[in-house]
């Protein structure tokens, strides 16, 4: 006997199952009905009928004015009473149900042990299909999210995409459920599999027909119990993940206006190191496939994480989620940005050709981040790294080159997975500046928070000629033939022009006016760090007892000696925080070969960062201190902008 198909049926007929729930509703209201009879022949009736009579009585005897509140009724023992014939009522449905499910049950034990052990047989597949269609329908549409129309993005879970993907799971779980072919731990799917056989052994084909009868009976009876018991288990279900869904809804409504409020607050106005644009929120690259999300805040699409269109991974939406440690781009040029979400201290760096800025900016990035690892819980790195690598070769060769191009230097602070200040330093070429033509817009003069102004002491003829008179040829090789005076008055109207400055006012941003190559002997002599703690011991009263003070008198007075009292003067009539530095960028002449030993690089940034309550000043603190400050530098700026407001 060759079987070729099975005799058992692919699907149950729905309608087998509607007519069995038509069944039980009608038993249902025979019952109801039946128990109605026993209620109303119930003494607690004549209660009700006491009531009406009274009722009846009172219209009869009315005028016409019938006043409810004049009725001789107990409104509080009337609904007692009703409430007493619901429940009794509920509890004749109930002992109905129970009635017949005991018949049912009776009836069960009545039948042979075979059938019973067939039923239980059945019970127990039907369940475990039951169980695996659910879950193998949830699994199959995991990754089943809701595309959000206006970005590239998903919806959340908690909005749409839970309902999408509960919607789907449940329609693939039914299928599932009266599908016979796919479980193979299923009777149905034995013998379908077992009756689709075949083989050229007649004895072997004969064994398994009589192996098929009873898998495709127990098969029978295992989808019928499938499809009845998996119905209400599915029912159920997806009603309980319906109201849990619609209550992550609310909740995710009510959370997205907070959740906003807080991005808000935590988030630094941006600047763009290229094209100097500003912006509150940049663009974010999803790590996975690169697309460019424009607007990853709170919203449907998330409240604190979000899922990208290409639907593999999830990114943070907040600021306090992380969002910050994504890529980032300018919104306005696209380009990358050295970091999304840092407070911003940025200092422009003028100065002539020649008068050392390259060697300043080697010496300070060097010192600043060797001083930065002395701290804990901080890390400093320089963007573009090309640059910084640049910079380091040149302090470690000690071999400087000339400037070709304006550039733009950030030194990036993370404390620990957070970066939270971004040190900016613009070094724009003197050429564009005594040209008043810049490649790109001098906007950035409008948000610096600081000024450099570097003074290369041999741009002097005065100095070079003393060092010449001595017979120091070889420092007078290298120095700045740019003007400082007219370098100083284009930079003063540019930036009066950019931030808006009219004739007569002055800006508060400090200004650190650097007097660089003070390594040479002559200039040393002046104003070095010896020689300005050696006058002021001579007389502290003259200098109010103010070591600072006194380093700024004696600086200034040195440079109106060398003739540059103009240039101080401009500055003065600009900006009202004026500093002096004696600086030496390299420590020596430079000699190619022999790396920079610089002195006093870190000071002029770090009276910057103090002015401007920046917290990494706390670079320049001791090490114990460095968490200290920055907590209580926190602290300080959240008093400074509520007293603001």
């Excluded at 127990?124 to 949830?138: C, D, K, N, P, V």
């Excluded at 809701?146 to 908690?158: A, R």
């Excluded at 700024?552 to 103009?566: D, F, H, T």
Aim: charged share 20%.
């Amino acid at each position: 006997m060759i079987i070729t198909r099975s005799n058992l049926p692919k699907n149950i007929p729905c309608y087998f199952l509607f007519y069995f729930v038509l069944i039980i509703l009608a038993l249902s209201l025979i019952g109801c009905d039946q128990s109605y009879n026993e209620v109303m022949a119930d003494d607690t009736i004549d209660d009700v009928g006491v009531v009406l009579d009274l009722t009846n009585e009172a219209l009869e005897q009315d005028d016409g004015d019938f006043i409810l509140s004049e009725l001789p009724v107990d409104f509080s023992a009337l609904n007692a009473i009703i409430d007493e014939i619901i429940m009794q009522n509920l509890n004749a449905v109930g002992q109905f149900i129970l009635y017949y499910l005991l018949i049912v049950w009776t009836f069960f034990l009545s039948l042979p042990v075979y059938i019973r052990a067939v039923s239980y047989i059945s019970m127990i597949a039907a369940f475990i299909g039951t169980i695996a269609s659910h879950a193998l329908g949830i699994y199959r549409n995991k990754n089943e999210w809701q595309k959000h129309p206006g970005h590239d993005l998903m919806y959340s879970y908690f909005i749409n995409s839970g309902t999408f993907q509960r919607k789907k799971s449940y329609n693939d779980a039914h299928k599932l459920l009266r599908d016979r072919k796919w479980l193979l731990v299923s009777f149905a799917g034995l013998a379908f599999r077992l009756g689709n056989y075949s083989n050229k052994s007649k004895i072997l084909m004969f064994i398994l027909a009589f192996a098929y009868i009873p898998l495709a009976i127990i098969g029978f009876c295992e989808m019928v119990f499938r499809i009845l018991f998996g119905t209400i288990w599915l029912l159920v279900f997806n009603l309980i993940h319906s109201l849990m869904l619609f209550g992550t809804k609310l909740i995710s409504f009510l959370m997205i206006p907070i959740s906003k409020i807080f991005d808000n607050a935590m988030r630094n106005v941006q600047y763009c190191p290229h094209c100097y644009n500003t912006f509150n929120m940049p663009e974010f690259i999803c790590p996975e496939c690169g697309r460019v999300h424009k607007e990853l805040i709170p919203g449907r699409c998330g409240v604190l994480f979000v899922r990208c269109g290409c639907n593999k991974k999830i990114l943070p939406c907040a600021t306090f989620t992380g969002r910050s440690r994504l890529v980032a781009k300018c919104p306005a040029c696209t380009v990358e940005l050295a970091a999304a979400n840092a407070r911003h201290l940025s200092i422009a760096l003028i100065g002539g050709e020649s008068t050392g800025k390259t060697a300043f900016l080697s010496a300070f990035s060097k010192s600043y981040i060797d001083n930065a690892k002395k701290k804990k819980a901080l890390t400093v790195n320089g963007k573009p790294a090309n640059y910084f690598d640049e910079l380091s070769r040149i302090f470690s060769s000690g071999k400087t080159s000339k400037e070709s191009e304006s550039r733009t230097y950030s030194l990036v602070h993370r404390y620990g997975k957070r970066e939270k200040d971004n040190l900016v330093i613009y070094d724009t070429l003197a050429d564009y500046i005594l040209a008043d033509s810049y490649p790109r817009s001098p906007k950035y003069l409008g948000y610096c928070d600081g000024i450099i102004v570097l003074i290369d002491p041999l741009s002097v003829r005065s100095v070079r000629d003393t060092l010449a008179t001595v017979g120091d040829t070889k420092t007078t090789t290298d120095y700045s033939a740019d003007e400082v005076d007219k370098l100083v008055v284009q930079f003063k109207n540019q930036y009066a022009k950019i931030c808006g400055i009219k004739s007569g006012k002055m800006s508060r941003i400090p200004v650190a006016i650097v007097v660089n190559k003070v390594d040479i002997e002559i200039v040393k002599s002046e104003i070095g760090w010896d020689t300005i703690s050696e006058l002021y011991n001579q007389n502290m009263a003259a200098y109010d007892n103010d070591l600072d003070g006194a380093k700024n008198q004696i600086c200034r007075a040195y440079l109106e000696k060398l003739g540059l009292i103009n240039v101080l003067n401009n500055i003065d009539a600009t900006f009202l925080n004026v500093d002096y530095f004696p600086v030496s960028a390299i420590g020596h002449v430079s000699e190619e070969g022999v790396k920079f030993t610089p002195i006093g690089v870190l000071n002029p940034v770090a009276w910057i960062a103090r002015k401007n309550h920046s917290s990494i000043s706390v670079i320049f603190s001791p090490d114990g201190l460095c968490l200290k400050l920055v907590k209580l530098h926190e602290k300080f700026v959240k008093t400074l902008r509520s007293i603001k407001r």
